[in-house]
């Protein structure tokens, strides 16, 4: 088994003469020369060793082993230490090191320790693939493999899920929390489908990617000639929710003059249309979404206090794939049905070599980007077996600009430009990866490519 090897040493020699060794061997290596270094490596990729020394300049290997387990209780540590110093090793050892080698290093016995813990990830592999595909092992709740519209068995969703049947026929409204792509509206859903609103109308409104002026109109409606075009009169989602569940995106984007507009309607239950005197009663329950963090953003004065407790009488919280990486075996079966049946293939079965590399992935996108994947594999093969998959187009990191450009004789607003302009080429145009890896929400990204005529349809794939 093909792993992902972390070597911490402070003399590039040795640290080569690893990366020799090991990469001979099929692994995937990573060097640093510092434990603080290192560390921060371990945030970033998903190692599967960690080899270290214990003597270093800065932090000593023994802090290493200690913040790295705490932090990674399951990462399996090899210290390299010298002859004379077993004491140490075993002192290593305590703090949650799980093998030590003596130096100079004994490439033999290092070999044998290393392949013993791949053969245990390779078996961990198989036994997450066998839990999940046999139903016999599914729990008590509504189906084998989740919840209504939901898919998972991991411990944070089946938590999830009590939650749900917990507050359905409860009239309170609910935040959902996640990042992009784990799932919130499915869960908005849920919730609609097990209520006594299921009967009723379920309206989504994205409210991140409409100006004020829209959303305005989207949420209350508009009288007939209540401004230019207005050439008759639109219900808004309020209205049209009526008796049902209206599911509010993206509130933490919300302007404070919108915030102020939701806040009255939540409060008075009703709601007046733009250009419009006669108020409308609306009876609805709001279910509401968000990726960012309202509590930072009501310190900073951008979001409404009172807002948020109107809306956060409930709190969900979807955990991103990474940390209910378990249910990936799960996800990957259901996607593969849906698009084998929407695409007339006959493709049936993931193999081990493609479902590890897609464990050991960290997928950013969450959810959404592994759909996006099967549905991508599906489409391209016509084999019965996924046999392997590739994440090279799968929010891949963007790198910085293009290295010749001279930053110092460049506007801040040149090297936006340049940078936009490379993340939306690296990502093929993809809004939501490249918000993701931007660190700003789709709108934001929307409004800086109007800004900069940057047109997400040149950047598709011809």
């Not at 695409?343 to 590890?356: C, E, N, P, T």
């Amino acid at each position: 088994m093909n792993l992902e090897i972390l070597i911490i040493d402070d003399d590039p020699v040795v640290a080569n003469a690893f990366m020799e060794v090991l990469g001979k061997w099929g692994h995937r290596t990573a060097v640093s020369n510092r434990g603080e270094t290192a560390l921060d490596m371990l945030k970033k990729r998903n190692f599967d060793i960690l080899i270290t020394d214990l003597k270093m300049p800065g932090m000593t290997g023994f802090e290493v082993v200690r913040m790295a387990k705490k932090i990674y209780p399951n990462l399996f540590i090899i210290v390299i230490t010298a002859y004379g110093s077993v004491e140490k090793a075993v002192e290593a050892v305590k703090l949650g090191a799980s093998e030590f080698v003596m130096k100079p290093v004994d490439f033999k016995l290092l070999k044998r320790c290393i392949d013993r813990e791949g053969e245990r990830l390779a078996l961990q592999y198989e036994n997450i693939q066998m839990k999940a595909l046999n139903q016999d092992l599914m729990g008590k709740l509504h189906t084998s493999r989740g919840f209504g519209a939901l898919i998972g068995r991991n411990k944070a969703m089946l938590d999830i899920y009590e939650l749900i049947k917990n507050i359905s026929s409860v009239e309170v409204s609910v935040l959902v929390r996640g990042e992009t792509g784990t799932g919130k509206e499915l869960v908005a859903w849920t919730l609609h489908q097990n209520s006594p609103r299921k009967d009723g109308p379920f309206i989504a409104v994205n409210c991140g990617s409409l100006t004020d002026t829209l959303l305005e109109s989207e949420l209350f409606g508009h009288e007939k000639g209540a401004f230019t075009g207005a050439v008759k009169t639109r219900l808004g989602k309020f209205e049209l929710a009526h008796k049902g569940t209206l599911f509010l995106d993206e509130v933490g984007n919300m302007s404070p003059a919108m915030q102020r507009s939701l806040l009255r309607a939540l409060d008075k239950k009703e709601i007046v249309r733009i250009g419009g005197q006669k108020t409308i009663p609306v009876d609805v329950r709001v279910v509401a979404a968000t990726n960012a963090n309202l509590e930072e953003a009501i310190s900073k004065g951008t979001f409404r206090r009172d807002l948020y407790y109107r809306l956060n009488v409930v709190s969900i919280d979807i955990p991103p794939l990474r940390e209910r990486i378990d249910d990936l075996p799960l996800l990957v079966e259901h996607f593969i049905r849906r698009y084998r049946e929407k695409f007339k293939k006959d493709i049936r079965v993931v193999s081990q070599k493609a479902l590890q590399k897609m464990m050991k992935h960290n997928w950013p996108g969450n959810v959404r980007e592994l759909e996006n994947l099967i549905e991508r594999t599906i489409v391209s093969t016509n084999q019965r077996e996924i046999s392997d998959v590739s994440l090279d187009n799968v929010a891949r990191p963007a790198p910085c600009p293009q290295p010749w450009l001279d930053f110092s004789s460049m506007s801040l607003e040149d090297v936006e430009k340049a940078y936009l302009d490379h993340l939306l080429t690296t990502q093929h145009g993809m809004i939501g990866i490249c918000s993701s890896i931007a660190g700003i929400d789709p709108k934001t990204l929307y409004l800086k490519m109007k800004k900069y005529n940057l047109k997400k349809e040149n950047y598709k794939p011809a």
